[in-house]
């Protein structure tokens, strides 16, 4: 699928889309990989966060958990960590756990500038990266649109200087889609990150078009609604459908997860979890077979009918 058909499946409002080996570039015994449109570097589809998961405090023994999580991460084919410092002590705690393990070549650190201080992306950007123990981020996100103008002024200088590789913005929660949608069609923009899973696709109807369309990459954040989605499959005592195995589902942490890569727009999702199994069954969602247009139809009807 070339840019023009992904364009014009996006344009006819179609929430299910195919999506073909070529855009995944799945290739056999590998995950699933996807390309950054700006550069075409690729990177894992899956991702992973650390809101809630990383915000341990000094306890070395919830630290050390941590770590495994992260070894496990990588061990399974990760590359990409969403961090922030609105998230408590996560920073501290992914610095913590990559000196434990060590860091491997293929981190793509991915950070977020949280300040109303306009002035202050340089100073938060070094202080995040002592944190973390790098030397810089391949992608600095402004997080939740918060003084974006100048903070995007600032990034667009750091990538040109070589500081940072990739910038971005956020939102989450569905809030300030509209804002989001001005800054994408006016800013020149790398990344963009967004809430979506299979309950929350209102960014299928005009967000995703657009990063479509201006060659933005897309990071899907929430993609379990905050266990919402384990929460509804539960209660319901739900069993995976049968036509789960064609696409090499074996839980529903697969299933979620591949609904939402399987989309053209959409880059990665970025998972969080504090459990080595938990992040296990959100890395095979890299492997398989992707769903095509008619099987994410019949997940989004699965999900529906609970």
Not at 108 to 126: M, P, V
Request: aromatic share 6%; charged share 25%; proline share 4%.
């Amino acid at each position: 699928m070339n840019r023009r058909q992904t364009l014009k499946l996006l344009s006819s409002g179609a929430t299910a889309l195919a999506l073909s080996p070529a855009t995944v570039l799945a290739q056999e015994g590998k995950g699933a990989m996807k390309k950054i449109p700006s550069s075409s570097e690729e990177i894992p589809v899956i991702g992973m966060g650390t809101w809630r998961t990383f915000n341990v405090g000094s306890d070395t023994v919830l630290r050390d958990r941590c770590a495994e999580v992260l070894k496990t991460f990588f061990a399974n084919g990760g590359s990409m960590i969403d961090n922030s410092p609105m998230y408590g002590s996560a920073r501290e705690v992914v610095g913590y756990a990559l000196k434990k393990i060590g860091i491997p070549k293929n981190l793509f650190s991915a950070e977020k500038i949280f300040t109303e201080d306009g002035t202050a992306t340089r100073k938060q950007t070094a202080e995040s990266a002592g944190l973390w123990g790098v030397k810089s981020f391949d992608l600095m996100q402004i997080h939740n649109l918060v003084a974006w103008q100048e903070h995007l002024a600032t990034l667009r200088k750091m990538k040109e200087e070589g500081v940072i590789r990739y910038l971005g913005i956020t939102t989450s929660h569905g809030r300030r889609h509209e804002d989001l949608e001005k800054i994408m069609k006016s800013e020149p923009l790398d990344f963009v990150q967004l809430t979506y899973n299979i309950t929350n696709r209102e960014v299928e109807e005009r967000l995703l078009p657009v990063a479509a369309e201006k060659g933005i990459a897309i990071i899907a954040n929430r993609p379990f609604d905050g266990a919402e989605l384990f929460n509804l499959v539960k209660a319901k005592n739900a069993k995976l459908p049968e036509y789960a195995a064609e696409i090499g589902c074996t839980t529903w942490a697969a299933f979620f997860l591949k609904f939402i890569v399987s989309h053209p727009a959409v880059t990665c999702a970025i998972p969080a979890t504090s459990k080595v199994a938990h992040m296990q069954e959100n890395m095979a969602a890299r492997l398989g077979t992707m769903p095509d247009q008619e099987t994410r139809k019949r997940m989004i009807e699965t999900i529906t009918k609970l």
